[in-house]
């Protein structure tokens, strides 16, 4: 039987995504929406979707099991609390808080309610994500070394509370709670240090980019970058590994792989430069290398809230679990004291 939800914030995550969503899923049964906007109301009506004319209404509809927070990051500890008060289950948006200390306020909300409470940590299923995720776990190149993890647009923060301090806006916020998600998703190991600048090409008030290294206990770095103010974007994912590199131009592109076979090259023909020879940077021969394409699976998103509600039935585990979160968070309150320090912090937690 499908889960009555109810979308609070009816913007680009609320109305896009959420409520179209809903609105076709096989597992949720949209009941309405809520907005602080009219014209937002306005335009769910249009669709013909029913909209609550307050969050009191929302969270007093004993029909409603679900609650979805699509709103401005800084409102989303009161929201979540009192919709974990009111015996609803919560997926909150991300950045789910601006502090460790706020998600921890939820975390024991929903401890205290016997409610589930989650991120929609949506970018799990990105294609390309999935991709380099498999390349490490089959070994396909062997242990890796070094992973560097990027997205880049040219057209600064988008123009509405993103660009604001107060609401908690920035990319680190924005964009680097998903890459950092992944990361750690892709590293299961305990991290020892974090290195972060942030930039403001853009936007004064709040980051509008950065470059972030975790660096792991056994050495391994993984290197995460979000830029606004590239107007040519570097591969989405690059990795060394102790057997060859491995490389993703793109969202949806293929992966490619160079294996080496064998280290040494008895004759290695230079490379002409404009100002001599080098044999070191010269490429690699095919008998040494082994050079193919994996291409990307195909995911549906839309399997975060089918795990969702097997979850409400005692079925499954949560997708995204608190300790998860907390990790994700952890790591960005010491980027921010990186970027502001101007040095390497020490992990701790």
């Not at 509008?208 to 606004?228: Q, R």
């Amino acid at each position: 039987m499908k889960k009555n939800v109810v979308v609070i914030g009816y913007g680009g995550m609320g109305g896009n995504f959420h409520a179209a969503r809903a609105l076709k899923s096989d597992v949720l049964n949209l009941l309405g929406v809520y907005d602080i906007d009219e014209k937002r109301c306005a335009e769910a009506q249009e669709k013909g979707i029913f909209v609550y004319d307050s969050l009191d209404a929302v969270l007093a509809d004993e029909r409603v099991e679900i609650v979805i927070v699509a709103v401005p990051n800084d409102d989303h500890l009161g929201i979540v609390v009192r919709a974990l008060e009111a015996g609803k289950h919560v997926v909150c948006e991300k950045p789910v808080a601006l502090s460790l200390d706020e998600l921890d306020q939820m975390i024991a909300a929903s401890k205290k309610s016997g409610k589930l409470f989650t991120v929609h940590q949506n970018r799990r299923f990105d294609e390309d994500f999935r991709l380099i995720k498999k390349i490490v776990d089959e070994g396909v190149i062997g242990a890796p070394l070094r992973i560097e993890s990027r997205v880049h647009g040219s057209r600064g923060i988008p123009g509405d509370w993103r660009g604001m301090k107060k609401h908690g806006g920035g990319m680190m916020l924005d964009w680097g709670v998903h890459l950092i998600d992944q990361a750690l998703q892709i590293i299961k190991e305990p991290i020892s240090k974090i290195h972060c600048t942030m930039t403001n090409y853009t936007n004064k008030e709040v980051d509008d980019g950065f470059y972030l290294t975790i660096t792991f206990a056994s050495g391994v770095e993984y290197y995460v970058e979000v830029g606004t103010y590239n107007f040519i974007s570097l591969p989405r994912f690059y990795m060394k590994a102790e057997n060859g590199s491995a490389m993703i131009r793109d969202w949806l592109g293929s992966a490619e792989i160079s294996k080496c076979k064998y280290w040494y090259e008895g004759e290695v023909k230079p490379v002409q430069t404009a100002a001599g020879l080098t044999k070191t940077m010269a490429p690699r021969d095919i008998v040494s290398t082994e050079n193919f394409e994996i291409e990307p699976e195909k995911f549906d998103v839309h399997d975060y809230f089918r795990n969702f509600c097997r979850a409400i039935d005692g079925e499954e585990e949560m997708l995204v679990k608190h300790d998860e979160a907390r990790l994700v968070m952890r790591v960005m309150e010491l980027a921010f004291l990186s970027a502001e320090q101007g040095t390497t912090v020490d992990f701790s937690f």
